[in-house]
């Protein structure tokens, strides 16, 4: 009786690591991916977008929106795994004045 609770303790060890390992494998695929959406709601002056794209460990994006003073925030950003993570803000001035509700 012995020998067979022994065997079947190894097997759940076995398959445990075999698991694990699979799962690992899994965990370290190459991710890879696009996306984007946008906002122009004219009635709530609510003006944003928003893109990205992934290719392994490379990720770069951009994300825009009004602001309450009309002007306009920009953010470019871009990661990896040599610089990290960067990014650049633009603030773009239209010239008219904010809406007030």
């Given at each position: ?30 991710p ?7 906002v ?9 977008a ?23 925030r ?8 040599h ?17 007030h509700?």
């Amino acid at each position: 009786m012995f020998k067979i609770l022994a065997l079947v303790a190894c097997l759940v060890i076995v398959a445990s690591a075999v698991e694990y390992k699979e799962h690992k494998e899994e965990h370290h695929s190459h991710p890879k991916y696009k996306f984007e959406y946008g906002v122009h709601d004219p009635h709530t002056g609510d003006h944003k977008a928003h893109w990205e794209h992934r290719d392994g460990d490379v990720v770069k994006g951009q994300y825009s929106l009004h602001e309450a003073d009309g002007s306009e925030r920009i953010v470019e950003y871009k990661a990896d795994d040599h610089n990290g993570f960067e990014a650049v803000v633009k603030n773009v001035h239209h010239g008219h004045a904010p809406h007030h509700y």
